[in-house]
C-alpha cells in the first residue's frame, strides 16, 4: 500500500459521511462505480473538533468499537465494498436474529443474553472492516507464517482426543481465557468493547473496559522504549498531525499470540509495527484507522477502518465502565478443565 | 568570590532543608501543606496532580511497625525477598482489631503462601498479592509499584502498573455502585487542595499487606491526597469497617513523584507469574 493511498483516505474519511469514503477511494478498476443517489453529494460540513484548555484536539469521551461488521469481507459479498441502506438495515436485522437465537439456543454452553445485551453494534456500512487491501480481506500470510501456523495447530492436534481438546496444564489455554492479555489492537470482540480516552497535557490516555487496560500514550516526542523490552500491549508514541491524533505502536511481545478474539492469525506480535490515527468525525463517532505491518506475518501492510461510537445506550458515561476482574474468577475453570484432560486421559488409557 | 558564594547558597538550602524536617517532624505535613500552592490544571481551579507516584516504604510487608526479616524462602533465595525494617503506616502504630479478627490475622499470615489445592481454599486462603488479584484500596498506593494519575477536568482516573489495576474516580457526579468489585466504588471531591476519595462497594477478598491484615466488604475507606511539594503528596487514609475494628483508623505516608525524563508507565501483567502458584497443585496432585 502506497503511502500516498493511506493518506488520501486519512484526509477524506474525516470530511465525509462514511459511505461517500468508498466513493472516492482509488477502486482499482473493478469495483463497480457508485450509484447515483448515494449520499456523496450530501456530505455533511466539516466537523469542528473541540479543544482541551490547553489547547489539543478533544477526542475525550466512552466510546465502544463493537460493530455488525465483519473484519474480512464475506465471500458472498466479493467485489462489492459498500451496502446500501437497505442491505445494511437487512443485515443489520440478519445479524441481531442470528445472535438472538445463539443465545436461546445455546443457554447451557455459551453466555446468556446479559453478556450481549450491551453490543448493540451497528454495520459500519462497508462490507468488512479491512479497507485495504481493496479486497476487504487479509493479505496472504508470509511461507514463515504458514510454516508457524501448521505447527501450532499441530501441537493443539496433538492435545486432542476424539472430540476433547486437552488442558493438561493452564498453558494448554489461550492466554485472553487465562485473563494474561488480550491482543492488540482490538477489533472484534463479542462483549465488553466499552474504552474511554482521557487526555491530560503531554499524555493521551485510553482506557480499555476488557481486561483493564490502560494505554499512557506520551505526547512529547521522547524514542521508543529499547528493543529489548516487549509489553503485551505495546509501546504507544503519540503527535498530533492537525486535528488527528497518529500514535507510533511497537515493541510488542513475540509471546503475544492472538487467538480467537483477534482475527490476527494467531501468531507471534514481535515484530508488529502498528500506525493509528484518531479523529473526531463528528460530536458522536471518533474515526478509527489503524495500518498493521509485519513482515514475518503478512506480506504487505493492511488497514482497517472501525468508528468508535459515542452514542451506543450501554456506553453513555465512564461509570458504564465496569470493573473488569477476570483472573480473580478463573480457579474453577482451570480445575475443571484439567480434571476433565486427566479423566479422559485415564478413559482412553483403560481401553 | 565565586566559590565562597556558591557555598554559602548551598548552606543556606541545607539549612532550609533541616529547617523544614524539623519543623515537619515537630508539627506534622500539615504544615508544609499550608506554605505550597500546586499548580493548577489548566481550565480548572483545581491543583494538577497528574503524574506518575509512587510509595517509597515497607507497607506492603506491614502496615503496622516490624523488624527486618527472612525470605519465606530463605533456602532458596537467600536475603532477596527478605523484609525490610519499617516503623508503620498506622497513626497510633496499632490496628484496633475485634479479638476474633486478630486472631483471624494471626492465621492470614501463618497460611499467607498456603497452596490453594481446593477452590474453597483459593477463595479464603492466601495473600492476594501471590495471586496476582486485584489489590484492592489502599493497598494498591503502596504495593511498592508506581501508579499513574490521569486527572482530567471532569475525571480522574487511577492506572497502577501492579496487575494493570485500574479504577475510575467521578468527580462530577456520583453515580452508585452496581456490585461490589476488586478495586470498590471511587467517588472524588476537593477539600481544598486535597483530593478526597470516598471509596465503598469493595468485596473481602483483598488483604492491606503480606502480614495477613485484612478487611471484610463493609469496609469503608476514605483517601487524603494533598499536594505538600512539586514532589510530594501526602497520601492519608481513614478505615472503618464496624465487622472487623472496634475503631476507624488511619494510614499516612508520603507519595513521591517519578522525576527521570524518560518516566512512564510500564506492565506488570503478573497473571503468568501467579499460575502455577495457583493451579500448580491441580496438575501435580492428580496428573503423574
Not at chain 1, 507464517?145 to 498453558?171: F, H, N, P, S, Y
Not at chain 1, 490502560?214 to 516487549?230: C, F, K
Not at chain 2, 473481602?204 to 499536594?227: C, I, M, Q
Request: with cysteine; proline share 8%; aromatic share 10%.
Amino acid at each position: 500500500m502506497s503511502h500516498r493511498f493511506f493518506e488520501r483516505i486519512c484526509s477524506l474519511l474525516p470530511a465525509a459521511a462514511l459511505l461517500t469514503l468508498s466513493a472516492q477511494v482509488p477502486a482499482a478498476g473493478q469495483q463497480p462505480a457508485p450509484k447515483a443517489g448515494q449520499p456523496a453529494a450530501n456530505a455533511p460540513a466539516r466537523f469542528t473538533v473541540p479543544r482541551t484548555a490547553w489547547g489539543d484536539p478533544d477526542l475525550q469521551g466512552v466510546y465502544t468499537f463493537a460493530t455488525l461488521t465483519p473484519f474480512q469481507r464475506p465471500a458472498a459479498q466479493a467485489g462489492k465494498d459498500v451496502l446500501s441502506e437497505e442491505e445494511q438495515k437487512a443485515l443489520e436485522e440478519q445479524l441481531k436474529k442470528k445472535q438472538e437465537e445463539n443465545i436461546a439456543t445455546n443457554e447451557h454452553f455459551s453466555y446468556n443474553a446479559l453478556w450481549f445485551a450491551s453490543d448493540e453494534g451497528r454495520p459500519t456500512g462497508r462490507t468488512s472492516i479491512i479497507i485495504d487491501p481493496e479486497d476487504g480481506r487479509l493479505p496472504p500470510m508470509t511461507e514463515q507464517a504458514q510454516k508457524l501456523r501448521a505447527e501450532m495447530q499441530a501441537k493443539t492436534a496433538a492435545k486432542r482426543i476424539g472430540k476433547d481438546q486437552l488442558v493438561d496444564t493452564w498453558e494448554d489455554i489461550s492466554l485472553y481465557n487465562r485473563c494474561v492479555s488480550r491482543p492488540m489492537p482490538r477489533v472484534t470482540q463479542e462483549y465488553n468493547q466499552g474504552v474511554q480516552i482521557l487526555q491530560t497535557p503531554g499524555f493521551v490516555t485510553i482506557f480499555y473496559e476488557s481486561m483493564h487496560d490502560v494505554r499512557s500514550i506520551p505526547l512529547d516526542g521522547r524514542p521508543h522504549l529499547d528493543s529489548s523490552m516487549r509489553l503485551w500491549n505495546g509501546d504507544s508514541r503519540g503527535h498530533w498531525e492537525g486535528d488527528t491524533l497518529v500514535v507510533d505502536w511497537t515493541n510488542f511481545s513475540d509471546r503475544q499470540k492472538s487467538d480467537g478474539s483477534a482475527p490476527f492469525g494467531g501468531l507471534p506480535q514481535g515484530n508488529m509495527h502498528v500506525t493509528e490515527r484518531f479523529r473526531k468525525a463528528n460530536a458522536n463517532t471518533l474515526d478509527y484507522i489503524v495500518t498493521v505491518e509485519d513482515p514475518t506475518v503478512w506480506t504487505r501492510p493492511f488497514t482497517f477502518y472501525l468508528p468508535w461510537r459515542g452514542d451506543d445506550p450501554t456506553y453513555l458515561g465512564p461509570d458504564d465502565l465496569f470493573e473488569y476482574a477476570c483472573h480473580e474468577g478463573n480457579y474453577r475453570m482451570m480445575e475443571n478443565s484439567i480434571t476433565a484432560a486427566q479423566a479422559v486421559r485415564a478413559k482412553a488409557e483403560k481401553k | 568570590m565565586q566559590e565562597p558564594c556558591r557555598l554559602s547558597t548551598a548552606v543556606r538550602i541545607v539549612l532550609a532543608v533541616m529547617v523544614i524536617v524539623t519543623w515537619c517532624a515537630a508539627d506534622g505535613f500539615g504544615q508544609v501543606q499550608a506554605g505550597y500552592k500546586a499548580p493548577r490544571l489548566a481550565g480548572t481551579q483545581h491543583p494538577d496532580l497528574n503524574g506518575i507516584w509512587q510509595a517509597l516504604n515497607s507497607a506492603n510487608y506491614d502496615i503496622e511497625p516490624h523488624a527486618a526479616a527472612p525470605s519465606p524462602f530463605p533456602a532458596l533465595m537467600g536475603t532477596i525477598g527478605a523484609q525490610p525494617a519499617g516503623q508503620g503506616v498506622v497513626e497510633g502504630g496499632r490496628i484496633p482489631y475485634q479479638p476474633w479478627a486478630l486472631a483471624k490475622k494471626k492465621e492470614n499470615f501463618e497460611k499467607r503462601l498456603a497452596r490453594p489445592t481446593t477452590h474453597e481454599l483459593n477463595e479464603t486462603t492466601g495473600d492476594p498479592e501471590a495471586k496476582c488479584y486485584l489489590p484492592g484500596i489502599p493497598r494498591a498506593t503502596y504495593i511498592g509499584l508506581p501508579f499513574q494519575i490521569i486527572e482530567t477536568g471532569s475525571q480522574i482516573l487511577i492506572s497502577y502498573e501492579f496487575a494493570s489495576a485500574t479504577r475510575m474516580v467521578y468527580m462530577d457526579r456520583k453515580p452508585e455502585a452496581p456490585a461490589n468489585s476488586w478495586m470498590g466504588w471511587s467517588i472524588g471531591s476537593w477539600d481544598g487542595d486535597t483530593l478526597v476519595i470516598d471509596v465503598t462497594a469493595q468485596n473481602d477478598k483483598t488483604w492491606f499487606d503480606r502480614a495477613g491484615n485484612f478487611h471484610s466488604d463493609a469496609v469503608h475507606v476514605v483517601e487524603r491526597y494533598t499536594p505538600v511539594s512539586p514532589y510530594h503528596l501526602m497520601y492519608e487514609a481513614t478505615i472503618e469497617d464496624p465487622k472487623v475494628f472496634t475503631l476507624p483508623w488511619k494510614i499516612r505516608m508520603p507519595l513521591y513523584r517519578r522525576i527521570e525524563a524518560n518516566i512512564q508507565p510500564l506492565e506488570f501483567k503478573c497473571v503468568e507469574f501467579s499460575e502455577e502458584f495457583i493451579y500448580g497443585s491441580l496438575v501435580n496432585k492428580r496428573g503423574q
